[in-house]
């Protein structure tokens, strides 16, 4: 699996490589399979009312494995 890395900001270093800020709110989407393909987290709010802070994609190759994990946001 291919690594490349995005920074977001300055709070890359401290909270953690993928830069995920402070949230109170996890969304996650699946595909037909099961598969986790959407992470949204949210700061504030009830649930997804709040504002979206981050966003990471994630895709998988013919047979089912992981194969990109992506912050789009």
């Known amino acids: 699996m291919a690594f490349e890395a995005k920074r977001f900001g300055v709070q890359e270093s401290a909270f953690g490589n993928?830069?995920?800020?402070?949230?109170?709110?996890?969304?996650?989407?699946?595909?037909a399979g099961n598969n986790i393909i959407d992470v949204k987290y949210y700061r504030g709010g009830q649930q997804a009312s709040g504002k979206l802070v981050a966003r990471i994609e994630l895709t998988y190759d013919g047979a089912g494995n992981l194969a990109t994990v992506t912050r789009t946001k």
């Open 18 to 31: 993928m830069g995920i800020p402070p949230h109170d709110h996890v969304v996650n989407s699946y595909d």
